[in-house]
């Protein structure tokens, strides 16, 4: 047990929140006032879960008071099958109770982990022993299908058709098969928009946006990035998503890691080297997703690599002792970069090519991302630059917020029914807009 300030026993002024030491994968939530149920009682609690397809961040609160107690978080142990939903799928065809089993027993040792932190917590209150009561469940769609048990074939192959739209409640009980947690737990699962615009995007679209809002855009970058726009005025959501691969989360680059201690966040120039900022300081292990932007963009300003991407001397970049870009680590990064702006170019074009608007950049990844790095490089679109609001991780916000408020569930519902899914792959420009996106602006 590690407590970010204190243990709660009251011999200093801590705020008493726990927090795992496994903090690589855990973003903070953006900060909302939960009001909490007066009708439950000071054990009650409730877990918020948002399973990615990288990683899972969970979140206890006190369901009486709508504190945050503790949150934790850990990589997907289905990555073993490989790091996007389609090898999931292509695994679960084989042997899909394997494939569900190993999610399974995954959360019951992050919510066994849960209550024993979350019960010292209380029992130092005087509150008792944890009671958990709620649990929300979001996540993509291919992820809270394999949480709930449902099938996953269809979501895998064309027509990509989603095998529950989820909005739904189960006891926790069924969900794991045991009555480990007692057996007064609810399940909610949020709805789901398609195969692509999962649980998780109706989630941080219901923490982000404001529904009599002006033109408002969302950008969750993870491994499948999902983007949405609304036009608050005429009450009109469109929304995509666009395969940006796990570059930005350190995988698949040769000195990629995610953002933990000994990660290279950002560089400068200095005279023909770099100097470099990293993640608890001293020398750097890797460069994660921030950093990987950051070296984009320096390493073009200052002309190592031309406006194609291209390596203008050799086949390498030293960035410090031990860690190096390649060819096709930039070949890789401009695929991602490329796929996140197109989407959002696409989208804009839905709503009359506006010339401004308010981007909400979700995820942990897009929480820490330097803004003005990401125009310079052909990631976030210029028009855009001038109101950007990173969110943390808004699907577990969103999730949280649904375990304490009956409006909010309403309001995904909303969103989730309103919504008119983009299919890049089909629009006949897409491809030329997603190539044009390859380059770095000149």
């Known amino acids: 047990m590690i407590c970010r300030k204190c243990n709660g026993c009251g011999l200093c002024s801590g705020d008493g929140r726990f927090s795992s030491p496994n903090r690589p994968f855990v973003e903070k939530i953006h900060d909302i006032n939960?009001?909490?149920?007066?009708?439950?009682?000071?054990?009650?609690a409730g877990i918020a879960?948002?399973?990615?397809?990288?990683t899972i961040a969970a979140a206890a609160f006190s369901l009486k008071t709508g504190k945050l107690i503790y949150e934790c978080g850990e990589k997907n142990a289905q990555y073993v099958y490989g790091p996007d939903v389609v090898a999931r799928i292509n695994a679960a065809e084989k042997n899909y109770d394997e494939v569900r089993s190993l999610l399974i027993n995954q959360l019951k040792a992050i919510f066994r982990k849960i209550v024993e932190n979350v019960s010292l917590y209380f029992l130092s209150k005087r509150s008792g022993r944890m009671i958990l009561k709620r649990v929300v469940f979001t996540g993509n769609?291919?992820?809270?299908s394999f949480v709930a048990g449902v099938e996953v074939s269809s979501l895998g192959r064309f027509p990509f058709r989603v095998p529950s739209e989820f909005d739904m409640e189960m006891s926790l009980g069924e969900v794991f098969g045991s009555?480990?947690?007692?057996?007064?737990c609810t399940v909610?699962?949020?709805?789901v928009i398609s195969a692509f615009i999962g649980a998780d995007a109706v989630c941080a679209m219901t923490s982000s946006f404001f529904e009599d809002g002006g033109i408002q855009y969302m950008a969750d970058t993870g491994t499948n990035c999902e983007m949405a726009v609304y036009d608050g005025t005429e009450k009109k959501l469109y929304c995509t998503s666009s395969s940006a691969g796990p570059a930005f989360e350190g995988t698949g680059i040769s000195c990629g890691i995610v953002c933990s201690e000994g990660a290279?966040?950002?560089?400068?120039?200095?005279?023909?080297?770099?100097?470099c900022t990293v993640a608890g300081g001293g020398n750097g292990k890797g460069i994660c997703g921030t950093g990987l932007i950051s070296a984009l963009c320096v390493l073009y300003e200052c002309g190592k690599i031309d406006f194609h991407g291209t390596i203008c001397d050799g086949e390498e970049i030293k960035i410090s002792e031990g860690i190096s870009l390649l060819q096709e680590d930039i070949r890789r990064l401009q695929l991602a970069k490329a796929a996140v702006y197109s989407g959002l170019a696409f989208l804009n074009s839905k709503v009359g090519n506006r010339v401004s608007g308010t981007l909400y950049l979700c995820?942990?990844?897009?929480n820490h991302i330097d803004v003005s790095e990401a125009v310079r490089i052909g990631m976030i679109p210029q028009f855009l630059s001038g109101s950007v609001i990173h969110k943390g991780n808004a699907a577990l916000s969103g999730a949280a917020a649904m375990l304490f408020d009956e409006k909010m569930r309403e309001k995904g519902r909303c969103f989730a029914e309103k919504a008119e899914v983009i299919n890049l792959a089909l629009e006949e420009d897409f491809q030329n807009r997603f190539i044009a996106s390859i380059d770095f602006p000149h």
């Open 264 to 275: 290279v966040v950002k560089l400068r120039p200095n005279g023909n080297s770099f100097d």
């Open 49 to 54: 879960v948002d399973i990615g397809t990288t």
């Open 363 to 366: 995820g942990g990844f897009g």
């Open 141 to 144: 769609t291919t992820m809270l």
């Open 179 to 184: 009555e480990e947690f007692g057996s007064a």
């Open 34 to 44: 939960f009001s909490g149920d007066p009708a439950c009682s000071s054990a009650d």
């Open 188 to 191: 909610y699962f949020p709805p």
